[in-house]
């Protein structure tokens, strides 16, 4: 029996439209997520049909500004706050190997001030992976998302995820689908059970480095002589924080944890930091990857979590209000020796940037005038790596609420 049915039968015997005016049974509930969940399938296929439609792309040009095959990749970050790391100023060592690079290398721009548009994954990538800006009257599939944007530019492009990607509410299922290739590391347990992982039993980001050598290595390093896109999609410090890294990077203690007022949140604030360092090792490694081809890398957070706030002691997880250290993200770029040597002045358009205020809402659209494509929904207003950029308000959102984010009024990166 169809879901659809199903509900309709439910909804006449009841008369209740939804089990949240009573009681609920098991039953009420059973029937209420079936319906949800259809509904919201049914509503995701056809905000993607109308996201790929290619009316978006008529007058849509690309001078390339890296003629030579280029490799673009993307490093998405989980529940990252840019105030816990050593990198932004923060007092713990919690990114030694960020530290050492944006303070000594001449290969990381490590951003002064960038905020998430949101406060959870769905929000916020719906308007990093899209020419969205958070305008009002308009939704992230009015727009063409980046990969397709990349894909008709002649990129082969790529999604490697240690998320799961089969659930609905996945990011790869609203805003990659157009992508050549989704890889996941995380769908089965490694024990020939073939058992579907549980989200607190998920493998370490460590797998993502074999991944990267099976799926973009430098034997794979482009499709043929043309450009490529990679998303690497982290689980990163997501809630069960101690279940994100391995007892070896247990590096903060839970009697360090002094100012906060009870022992879970001691121990959950010491896992939370661990993942940050664990996360900046991995982010090493991925660097080094890319350190001998012509790589230009961008990493950021896609929001942050509340960690025994003030506000709201005991709290650690995605925040129902978009306060400001939720929306506070690391970001930075790297660009390898090869690029930096063939396109000085590229490098030096993103140094430019550094200290500018912006959002990661307007990253679809500064990437793409990066790189020489140009579509409509282009505006150079937005562009945070162009002279243009004219400082627009940021905006982050909780649902159906708009919040302003000031800039930043001191100077925290070198």
């Not at 790391?85 to 000594?104: H, I, Q, V």
């Not at 299922?173 to 058992?195: E, P, R, V």
């Not at 999609?233 to 944890?257: A, C, I, W």
């Amino acid at each position: 029996m169809g879901g659809v049915t199903i509900y309709n039968i439910y909804l006449k015997a009841t008369g209740v439209f939804s089990p949240t005016g009573r009681l609920a049974t098991t039953y009420d509930r059973f029937i209420w997520s079936s319906a949800i969940a259809l509904k919201d399938r049914l509503e995701l296929k056809d905000n993607l049909i109308k996201q790929k439609e290619e009316s978006h792309f008529r007058g849509m040009t690309h001078n390339p500004t890296v003629n030579e095959p280029l490799k673009v990749v993307i490093i998405l970050g989980e529940s990252a706050r840019a105030d816990f790391m050593s990198a932004y100023g923060y007092e713990r060592p919690t990114t030694p190997w960020l530290d050492s690079m944006s303070k000594n290398s001449k290969d990381v721009v490590l951003f002064n001030d960038v905020c998430s548009s949101a406060s959870n994954t769905i929000l916020s990538c719906q308007r990093i992976f899209t020419y969205w800006n958070n305008a009002p009257g308009k939704q992230w599939y009015d727009f063409p998302d980046l990969t397709n944007t990349l894909a008709h530019c002649g990129y082969y492009t790529q999604w490697i995820s240690n998320q799961k990607v089969s659930d609905i509410y996945a990011v790869e299922k609203s805003i990659a689908t157009s992508a050549h290739d989704i890889h996941a590391t995380n769908n089965i347990l490694d024990d020939g059970t073939n058992k579907v992982m549980d989200f607190a039993q998920d493998p370490y980001d460590e797998t993502l480095l074999s991944a990267l050598e099976r799926y973009d290595g430098l034997k794979n390093t482009t499709k043929k002589n043309g450009h490529s896109l990679t998303v690497i999609h982290l689980m990163g410090s997501h809630v069960f924080y101690n279940q994100r890294y391995p007892q070896t990077f247990e590096f903060f203690k839970v009697k360090d944890m002094k100012e906060c007022l009870t022992d879970d949140a001691k121990s959950k604030k010491a896992a939370y930091l661990n993942t940050l360092r664990y996360t900046d090792s991995l982010l090493e490694k991925m660097i080094k990857h890319y350190s001998s081809q012509r790589a230009l890398v961008f990493y950021f957070s896609d929001h942050g979590d509340m960690i025994d706030e003030p506000q709201q002691r005991g709290f650690f997880g995605h925040s129902t209000n978009v306060d400001h250290p939720t929306v506070d993200v690391p970001f930075f770029v790297y660009a390898s020796p090869q690029l930096r040597k063939e396109h000085p002045e590229l490098w030096e358009r993103i140094k430019k940037a550094q200290f500018r205020p912006i959002s990661t809402a307007w990253f679809t659209n500064s990437l793409t005038s990066l790189l020489g494509i140009h579509t409509k929904y282009n505006d150079e207003r937005y562009n945070f790596f162009s002279d243009k950029f004219t400082n627009p308000t940021r905006i982050a959102v909780q649902g159906d609420e708009r919040h302003e984010v000031p800039p930043l009024k001191r100077k925290r990166v070198r």
